[in-house]
């Protein structure tokens, strides 16, 4: 097999598309492990429904701006489902040890992703993309979809808007602050256990917003929140707990990684991010940049 | 040791339930038969994911990664290779062992949740890799229709054998728990940092009861061998893992035998309410909220605290 310049540059891009993707969803999971420290499992099927919530608007309004609507409505339909579970259960648990947590968001995974299997089915979806983002373009005379371009436009704005919500905003500099030292944060008299809900739907919607996005170049399928939340695992861990550059490096390794691995080895592309997430954790164990906790 | 498993008032009850689980065959259905050989076999991969994460206080995320080695390396032997078959049953939990000692060896120089990550991840690499390697592995299709030794070819043979290897494995389990060995393990989940103060070298121990354990849920993956006659890359998932973790929840973590009741009720449960609806994990979900919410020590802890009133050290020992 030969590659010419133009093909690697291509399948860069490819890789880089999928990390923003990958950065979204974990920027959401990190945040959530930032303020709460629980690493939420059922950030994964959130994901899913945003994907499948995306189809079902999709395919109500016909015509191109239907998935533009689900662009905003899936991720805001996700919000809400993660805020119902949040108030009716997860708030009363937060005294508790660590691993119940844990298993907590692993129950809330697997009830939300039956009620997904009873909702829409066990059928394969999909979902096409906008007129406007069909297609594809040329670079350097290797053809690549204008929607990854879009894609590669989206994740810097999503970066730059976490990073707004999380500097500039008072209940983004309180949950950052909650984040360091919850104790303190409760002494000023601030509702701790509000700040904590809304952080939670607050990560939750990026998993929404992940899934929204994800749905055109995939078919949607009952699963794909398990292969998804483990790779979200390791890119938080390995870009630092709760840190958000962190997420974004770490989703590149793993995009990029998985994508030259189906360029030079395709039967065994998964692996590749996996060794490389493994040689980062000998190197750094505890991630690439510094962790909140 | 043994003085000590005779003269225990519980003897004789265990001793009971063993012999009626000897005769059942006799006089229950094949289909009964059958599950409850799954039972056995769920309930050793239970206990021993509970030697670490009960009694050692380790968050072994993946043990499940283990149990598939066992049973791919033994299915690998007895279809690939022309070794005397019964060569294969020791393999497959040595191999296990190994890999347990080699992802364990990494593991142990990170505590809590960062030593359960780098396990999952560790754990997806060879689940990627057993996923991937159709020539060797199967692939995603794994190995089917293994030939066994003609002394366990039948359904009854092979449950009298798994449940003779699961009460040898239970009576060793307990011997190594009760050894200054799994005081000390027990010690170190209690408070590292004493153990540390008074010598003990924390992440040995941490690595050697990850071994044991993992040796055993290898035992778990060959006996599976033996009852399924199939492996596939389903057993090294993440989220059979996260099952065999809610089995020693549900049944108790701090108790020796919690898990084998979390391991019944769960297969149990999946079994006779996956004939009604195809919608299983909603009610696992449902069931694992409920025990969070109301019985955090699991069935078992409740029960003893029920029987024990006052011994309320169960309760802390979770937290730290």
């Not at chain 1, 170049?217 to 998804?228: E, P």
């Not at chain 1, 490096?249 to 493994?278: D, E, R």
């Not at chain 2, 297969?267 to 069931?287: N, S």
Request: glycine share 10%; charged share 10%.
């Amino acid at each position: 097999m030969t590659f010419g310049p133009a093909e690697l540059i291509c399948q860069l891009l490819v890789g880089i598309s999928r990390s923003m993707i990958l950065f979204i969803v974990c920027a959401g999971l990190s945040f959530v492990l930032g303020v709460l420290r629980i690493p939420n499992i059922a950030h994964g099927t959130l994901y899913m429904i945003g994907a499948f919530a995306t189809f079902s608007i999709t395919k109500m309004f016909a015509g191109s701006s239907g998935f533009w609507i689900a662009l905003i409505v899936a991720p805001l339909l996700v919000a809400v489902v993660s805020l119902i579970a949040e108030r009716v259960l997860f708030c009363h648990l937060y005294e508790r040890e660590h691993l119940m947590l844990l298993l907590f968001t692993f129950a809330l995974s697997l009830i939300l992703g039956d009620l997904v299997k009873i909702v829409w089915g066990a059928e394969y979806k999909s979902v096409s993309a906008p007129l406007l983002l069909k297609g594809s373009i040329s670079i350097l005379g290797a053809s690549f979809p204008r929607y990854n371009l879009f894609l590669i436009l989206v994740g810097p704005l999503v970066a730059i808007a976490i990073w707004l919500f999380t500097n500039k905003t008072k209940i983004g500099k309180i949950s950052r602050a909650a984040a360091v030292d919850r104790e303190m944060v409760g002494v000023l008299g601030i509702n701790v256990s509000w700040v904590f809900a809304i952080a939670f739907v607050i990560g939750c919607y990026l998993a929404g917003v992940g899934g929204a996005l994800v749905a055109p170049t995939v078919s949607i399928t009952l699963g794909m929140d398990h292969t998804l939340i483990i790779e979200a695992f390791l890119i938080v861990i390995i870009g630092g707990l709760g840190n958000m550059w962190g997420a974004l490096v770490g989703s590149l390794i793993f995009g990029i990684t998985h994508s030259f691995g189906v360029l030079f080895w395709p039967q065994f592309a998964i692996v590749f991010p996996y060794i490389a997430v493994v040689i980062v954790l000998l190197l750094r164990p505890k991630g690439l940049l510094k962790s909140v906790w | 040791m043994f003085k000590n498993i005779i003269h225990s008032k519980w003897f004789g009850v265990v001793a009971g339930i063993f012999i009626l689980l000897f005769i059942c065959p006799l006089f229950a259905p094949r289909f009964f038969v059958y599950i409850l050989a799954l039972i056995y076999v769920t309930s050793l991969l239970a206990m021993s994911l509970n030697m670490v994460v009960g009694h050692g206080g380790l968050f072994q995320f993946h043990h499940g990664v283990f149990y598939g080695v066992g049973a791919y390396a033994v299915a690998l032997m007895l279809t690939k290779s022309s070794m005397p078959m019964w060569f294969g049953f020791i393999v497959g939990p040595v191999v296990a062992a190994i890999i347990g000692l080699i992802i364990g060896w990494f593991c142990v120089r990170l505590t809590r949740l960062y030593f359960g990550m780098l396990q999952i991840s560790l754990g997806s690499l060879i689940w990627a890799i057993v996923f991937r390697w159709y020539n060797f592995t199967g692939g995603d299709d794994g190995i089917h229709g293994i030939p066994m030794p003609s002394l366990i070819a039948s359904l009854n043979s092979s449950y009298y054998f798994i449940l003779i290897i699961l009460v040898i494995c239970l009576i060793l389990m307990y011997m190594i728990l009760k050894s200054p060995f799994g005081n000390t393990l027990q010690a170190t989940r209690d408070n590292s940092q004493r153990c540390e103060a008074v010598g003990i070298n924390v992440k040995r121990y941490q690595l050697g009861g990850i071994v044991v354990a993992t040796f055993f849920a290898g035992v778990a993956g060959v006996l599976f061998v033996v009852l399924e006659r199939s492996v596939f890359p389903d057993l090294l998932f993440w989220v059979l893992s996260l099952e065999i973790f809610i089995m020693c929840l549900l049944g108790g973590w701090f108790t020796f035998a919690g898990p084998i009741l979390g391991a019944a009720i769960t297969v149990a449960l999946r079994t006779f309410v996956g004939r009604y609806t195809e919608y299983w994990t909603l009610i696992l979900g449902i069931m694992l909220i409920l025990v969070i919410f109301f019985l955090p020590e699991g069935v078992m802890g409740f029960f003893q605290g029920l029987f024990k009133p006052g011994k309320k050290e169960v309760t802390e020992r979770g937290k730290s």
